[in-house]
């Protein structure tokens, strides 16, 4: 029932307005509610569907550590010598990335619950590229590129490290890395949650180094963009899915 006064006032006039209104205030309800279920069911059958991953088809969620990270089975296990790692990394032709977290970052946990989830993002990170994860408010000592040991914590300054994710990734030539600091020797970092699309193109982008060619992603991406579009793919809807299938 309507009121359009103060309660109890004007009774006749709040059950007139009520039966008049009453029954087509419902009538609008289920139109719309139609509507909606009609729109999902079209959505469905003309192409929302295809970015759609359903739960069979995701990676299972990752457990969490003592720290509060998320741990993957494809990270690397360290000794956190970062020159060694990269070393590693280099004699397995990957790329080398430094992936910082924080216990109760929620853009952290999104980024492990969604995208890296999507298996076409996991298998090409496995194949590619050597993680090692570190904490930004840890104590572990880790081995700087020039030798010095260093805790988390205290790396995370030194490479400017200010919030969480932040992922770095390092080229795969050792010596184009040499001794110097992270933040120097980076060939470009992730500041913060990208969604899966992005996310995906910003790997790709760096295990192509087309960075040598193109030195900024956004150019880059607008023409990765313009062949897709001609492939028929839907750009503008992909970008901003939580799931991922390019095709």
Not at 84 to 102: I, N, S, Y
Not at 172 to 184: A, E, L
Request: hydrophobic share 40%; aromatic share 14%; with cysteine.
């Amino acid at each position: 029932m309507v009121d359009i006064g103060r309660p109890g006032k004007f009774p006749i006039v709040k059950t007139w307005i009520g039966r008049i209104f009453a029954p087509r205030l419902r009538e609008i309800f289920d139109m719309l509610f139609s509507r909606i279920l009609l729109f999902a069911l079209f959505s469905a059958c003309v192409g929302l569907a295809p970015f759609v991953v359903s739960a069979e088809e995701r990676i299972p969620e990752p457990v969490q550590g003592a720290d509060g990270l998320y741990k993957h089975n494809w990270f690397l296990e360290s000794f956190l010598d970062l020159k060694e790692d990269l070393e590693e990394a280099a004699a397995e032709k990957k790329h080398f990335v430094v992936w910082w977290e924080q216990r109760g970052c929620p853009y952290c946990e999104r980024t492990h619950l969604v995208n890296l989830r999507i298996p076409k993002i996991v298998n090409l990170i496995k194949k590619k590229f050597t993680i090692v994860q570190l904490n930004l408010w840890g104590d572990k000592d880790v081995t700087d590129f020039d030798g010095n040991v260093i805790k988390e914590k205290d790396l995370a300054r030194k490479w400017s490290i200010r919030f969480t994710p932040t992922i770095q990734f390092f080229h795969g030539d050792p010596k184009r890395v040499g001794k110097k600091p992270g933040n120097k020797a980076e060939v470009m970092r992730i500041p913060g949650y990208f969604k899966p699309f992005h996310f995906y193109m910003l790997f790709k982008y760096v295990d192509d180094r087309a960075y040598d060619k193109e030195p900024n992603f956004q150019r880059w991406l607008i023409g990765e963009g313009a062949e897709m579009r001609k492939e028929g793919i839907n750009i503008d809807k992909l970008i901003w899915a939580d799931d991922l299938k390019l095709k």
